[in-house]
């Protein structure tokens, strides 16, 4: 199947600095992107739709100030956690579907980021 | 809304034993149903999918029916092995186009041989 990798696998940063988390596809193409956070012994919650070539489309209740997401080519996405509180901390993970957003997803490998 | 429940875990099994995870679903027209799996330290893994009612997908022994009258998908396998440890999420992808997911909040599955 297709492989979508996440980069850094987990990350420390102080409280106020702001990461950035990478998710690309490797072997294909990928004109959307999804971003999901997943909480200890919880489900995937979809953050945003990450769109290439426009903005990205973020669900109800997520701050596109505080998550910012951007679609850098056909095989990059990356979302920048700003000003990143404690409660920021979180599992990350990315997916992508090849040939277009109604087709299978692949998931990333997931980012665990922790928030001193 | 669209959403997903899931039986909570963890699900402790002996190896060999019969497995089920219930799933049940709220949607609007006629979504699509998944089982992903997630092993220890990777990524989701599609399990199995069914996109119509009256569907069974099935993958590596598992099985899952996609029962519209009950709006339910439930997961079975018959025999279990210690490989199958792992976290199993329920999701849906509703009719339109968006392509999101729905996930159910997961179940952790524990074989012991």
């Known amino acids: 199947g297709a492989v979508v990798s996440q980069h850094p696998s987990w990350v420390i940063c102080k409280s106020g600095t702001s990461v950035k988390i990478e998710c690309r596809s490797l072997?294909?193409?990928?004109?959307?992107m999804f971003w999901y956070r997943q909480f200890p012994k919880q489900s995937l919650m979809l953050m945003a739709t990450?769109?290439?070539?426009?903005?990205?489309?973020?669900e109800q209740g997520v701050e596109k100030d505080k998550f910012l997401i951007n679609h850098a080519s056909l095989t990059l996405s990356t979302l920048t956690v700003t000003s990143a509180h404690p409660e920021d901390s979180s599992f990350y993970i990315c997916?992508?579907?090849?040939?277009?957003?109604?087709?299978?997803?692949?998931f990333g490998p997931g980012t665990r980021l922790t928030v001193l | 809304g669209n959403s997903v429940t899931q039986m909570e875990g963890p699900v402790t099994l002996s190896e060999e034993a019969f497995l089920t995870i219930n799933c049940t679903y709220t949607?609007?027209?006629?979504?699509?149903l998944f089982w992903y799996v997630q092993y220890p330290g990777e990524g989701l893994q599609l399990l199995l999918k069914?996109?119509?009612?009256?569907d069974k997908g099935s993958n590596k022994g598992f099985e899952a029916t996609y029962r519209k009258e009950t709006t339910s998908f439930h997961l079975e396998k018959g025999s279990v092995q210690v490989s199958d440890s792992a976290v199993y999420f329920c999701?849906?992808?509703?009719?339109?186009?968006?392509?999101?997911?729905?996930f159910g909040q997961g179940t952790t599955l524990q074989v012991k041989p």
């Open positions: 997916s992508a579907p090849p040939g277009g957003r109604g087709n299978e997803q692949f």
């Open positions: 072997d294909f193409q990928a004109t959307t």
């Open positions: 990450s769109n290439e070539g426009s903005k990205a489309t973020y």
């Open positions: 949607a609007t027209g006629y979504p699509s």
């Open positions: 069914a996109t119509k009612a009256d």
């Open positions: 999701a849906l992808k509703g009719s339109s186009n968006t392509g999101k997911l729905i």
